[in-house]
Nanobody, 125 residues
Framework: QVQLVESGGGSVQAGGSLRLTCTASRYSSSTTCMAWFRQTPGKEREGVASIYTGTGTTYYADSVKGRFTISQDNAKNTLYLQMNSLKPEDTAMYYC??????????????????WGQGTQVTVSS
């Protein structure tokens, strides 16, 4: 079992930045892919960014490429999402996720085994 705890959400004006943090009880020894998803009311949860924990290879949704950066600190069992140039459409609940085993960590290409509780990001215009 892997517990995931997110932090760092909040309210920011458009153009601003936030950094989300996800602390995992167990990291690369128990997970292949780590990722950030987001969800707004009435919509499906969507993948934002993911990382292959073994090599650090990263993947991004088209909507956030060039603005968001996913990174990890294996020694601290921690995953990050640096979000720059935020837009009102980035407003959502953001979730940390982990997959035990997967052939690919591409967006939408792995089965999530563990979810965090979520952290709210609100971007005002």
């Amino acid at each position: 079992q892997v517990q995931l705890v997110e932090s760092g959400g909040g309210s920011v004006q458009a153009g601003g930045s936030l950094r989300l943090t996800c602390t995992a009880s167990r990291y690369s020894s128990s997970t292949t892919c780590m990722a950030w998803f987001r969800q707004t009311p009435g919509k499906e949860r969507e993948g934002v960014a993911s990382i292959y924990t073994g090599t650090g290879t990263t993947y991004y949704a088209d909507s956030v490429k060039g603005r968001f950066t996913i990174s990890q600190d294996n020694a601290k069992n921690t995953l990050y999402l640096q979000m720059n140039s935020l837009k009102p459409e980035d407003t959502a609940m953001y979730y940390c996720a982990a997959a035990r085993l997967s052939w690919s960590c591409g967006i939408g290409r792995f089965q999530v085994n563990y979810w965090g509780q979520g952290t709210q990001v609100t971007v005002s215009s």
